[in-house]
């Protein structure tokens, strides 16, 4: 990239309003679901209008994140942009819920090419010295749509209609259009491309079929043992060992399985799954902790993840900031043993009897620790890797994560169900009837399920109290997480970030016996 040609004002401007709306889209829509059910109805399918966008853009993330290392960022940036924002605008025309579904996996590919794009184009204009700051303030994002996004949700819907959740992303987009299109300057790449279709084609599939066996999963018709739920794990399984065949014999594949022989690389990259599964399980079970707990209805609890939220933002920043100092793994140390201490916290001190200001503290501990990972993360993998693989590698750590959180929710959710069915046989006059079409206890939060169900208050109680603790329950495991992070941590090694000028890097031959340079000390 030119950057002497480049408006960097104007780029910035342009990345951080394209990666606000893709990220602002997996939170807003969560508060507005329940009215959108009742305009389309669909109830039966609605979950799949978060997991459309998230199997799309999954599956799309690696592949952008190659093309834009083979053709240049900015074209597959603003073709990102133009599909999100097609999909948005069709989100806002649906008229039943398999639309929707089918628009919001339209919305999933373009955010696809927006996320990992973003940080390679910041770590391609800015010198070492300044990546640091902007990764933090380009991390900090996540943070502040998770706050604002419930909010934004529910305020639009009760003043206009929740079809401008989506026609909001229009504006944002345009004005990011116009910013990318006219302020950035990209220099050509003349070097000879070959296309990994063989291997597209196979990560694609290995995808799919491991996120529908994640979400289909335990749902009625596909039981865990179920020979559909099998065969689509063990698709998935036998695609992924022909792609990475494929990828060892491709001559331009789509993912450098060698990236995975530097430490630095696979840490950043385990870290990444690991953190999502973190992250995951405090998102999903503390607002529901809290509804359960402290009686609240859906809407008092869409704001309630805003504390950790604020510790993500806070965090992300100081890990930018403090990434040049220190090398990443003490960065990293004080990162994941913040979130062990958070993890414990929530898993083995937090109960009915917790206030609620004391809960508070605790997430605000664990997003100090996890808000970390979103900057230093992507400073440490695309520092560790070749010029020509960075977008690639930018996109597997938006992939691991992703990963990492549909592996957490389906993992996490048969622990808490299985949990929750053995502590109800313990509440005293409940029937095995209605022990049976509780299931996971999630239903018993809303008061017309109760009154429908006719159970008594003291049931009730009972109910919540078992649920609290299948909460707490699930907590105690994801404690492992962090845990098991701390040895990836480890293996950081010494690394740590170098300054460099910023623009083009000659790209060394990617020839057999011919040593790549190195990029980062350890």
């Not at 990345?15 to 109805?41: C, N, P, R, Y």
């Not at 599909?83 to 008229?95: N, V």
């Not at 008092?300 to 992300?316: A, I, K, Q």
């Not at 209605?434 to 999630?442: F, N, P, R, Y």
Request: glycine fraction near 12%; charge should be positive; charged fraction near 15%.
């Amino acid at each position: 990239m030119d950057v002497n040609k480049s408006n960097t004002k104007l780029v910035v401007a342009g990345l951080l309003l394209g990666l606000f709306m893709a990220a602002l889209d997996q939170t807003i829509v969560s508060t507005a679901m329940t009215t959108i059910i009742k305009k389309l109805g669909g109830f039966e399918s609605f979950i799949w209008v978060y997991s459309a966008y998230m199997i799309a853009m999954v599956v799309s993330t690696p592949i952008f994140g190659k093309l834009s290392d083979m053709y240049g960022r900015k074209r597959f940036f603003l073709m990102g942009l133009i599909l999100f924002l097609i999909g948005s605008i069709l989100c806002g025309t649906a008229q039943n819920m398999d639309q929707l579904i089918v628009y919001r996996a339209i919305q999933g590919i373009g955010g696809g090419a927006l996320m990992p794009i973003v940080f390679t184009i910041i770590f391609d204009l800015f010198p070492g010295e300044k990546r640091g700051k902007m990764m933090g303030l380009f991390g900090a994002v996540f943070g502040v749509s998770s706050v604002f996004g419930p909010v934004m949700g529910g305020a639009i819907t009760d003043y206009l209609s929740w079809r401008w959740i989506f026609y909001i992303n229009v504006p944002i987009g345009l004005l990011s259009i116009y910013f990318i299109a006219t302020a950035y300057r990209e220099s050509k790449n003349t070097r000879k491309q070959v296309i990994d279709w063989t291997g597209a084609v196979l990560l694609t599939g290995a995808i799919l079929c491991l996120m529908f066996g994640l979400e289909l999963g335990g749902s009625e018709g596909w039981a865990w043992d179920s020979a559909k739920t099998v065969s689509l794990f063990v698709g998935s399984g036998v695609l992924l060992a022909l792609f990475l065949w494929a990828e060892s014999v491709a001559k331009d594949p789509i993912i450098k399985l060698g990236l995975f022989r530097k430490r630095l690389f696979m840490s950043s990259m385990a870290i990444s799954l690991l953190y999502g599964g973190v992250m995951i399980a405090g998102a999903t079970y503390i607002p529901i902790f809290i509804q359960g707990v402290f009686h609240k209805t859906a809407t008092e609890t869409s704001s309630v993840l805003t504390p950790m939220m604020l510790g993500v933002v806070l965090s992300s920043q100081i890990g930018g900031r403090v990434a040049s100092l220190f090398r990443y793994r003490d960065v990293m140390l004080v990162s994941v043993f913040t979130l062990l201490i958070g993890s414990c916290l929530l898993g083995f001190v937090m109960d009915t009897g917790t206030s609620r200001l004391v809960i508070t503290l605790f997430m605000v501990i664990i997003g100090l620790g996890m808000g970390v990972s979103f900057s230093l993360l992507n400073i440490s993998t695309l520092g560790s890797v070749p010029p020509q693989y960075k977008g690639s590698a930018s996109s597997l750590i938006t992939f691991f994560r992703t990963i990492g959180s549909a592996l957490g929710v389906t993992v996490f959710g048969t622990l808490q169900k299985h949990h929750f069915q053995q502590g109800i046989q313990e509440v005293p006059n409940l029937s095995p009837e209605l022990a049976g079409q509780i299931k996971g206890g999630q239903a018993l939060l809303d008061p017309a399920i109760q009154e429908r169900m006719g159970l008594a208050p003291d049931i009730v109680n009972g109910l919540l109290a078992k649920l609290a603790d299948s909460i707490t329950y699930i907590f105690q495991w994801s404690v492992l997480l962090p845990a098991l992070a701390v040895v990836f941590v480890l293996l950081m090694g010494s690394a740590r970030m170098e300054k460099a000028a910023p623009g083009p890097q000659k790209t060394p031959d990617d020839k057999p016996g011919k040593a790549e340079p190195s990029y980062n000390r350890g």
